[in-house]
Nanobody, 115 residues
């Protein structure tokens, strides 16, 4: 059974930082395209960052230079380092695994950027 468990969300002031973690079980994060999505209230879910392969990453334009996706194969965990956070980054963040035949989602972790 494939399972993704996110953690690290919370309340942070504008300009602050958070690091989200996605612990995977049932798959090896090194073998699949892993990514982070987010969904703000009243908006569609959007791709924030994805590991394509090796060192190739893809980012949402509005987070380029502020967010970094990485993975620790030994811990089988994917991270999203978020710096210089803005109120518009407020959303539920979801970890995603593209298994080709299907996608797997975590339960989500809430990030609130507010003063």
């Amino acid at each position: 059974q494939v399972q993704l468990v996110e953690s690290g969300g919370g309340l942070v002031q504008p300009g602050g930082s958070l690091r989200l973690s996605c612990a995977a079980s049932g798959i090896m994060v090194s073998s699949y395209r892993m990514g982070w999505y987010r969904q703000a209230p009243g908006k569609q879910r959007e791709l924030v960052a994805r590991v394509i392969s090796g060192s190739i990453r893809r980012y949402l334009e509005s987070v380029k230079g502020r967010f970094t996706i990485s993975r620790d194969n030994a811990k089988n965990t994917v991270y999203l380092q978020m710096n210089s956070l803005k109120p518009e980054d407020t959303a539920v963040y979801y970890c995603n695994a593209d298994l080709t035949v299907r996608e797997v989602w975590g339960q989500g972790t809430l990030v609130t950027v507010s003063s």
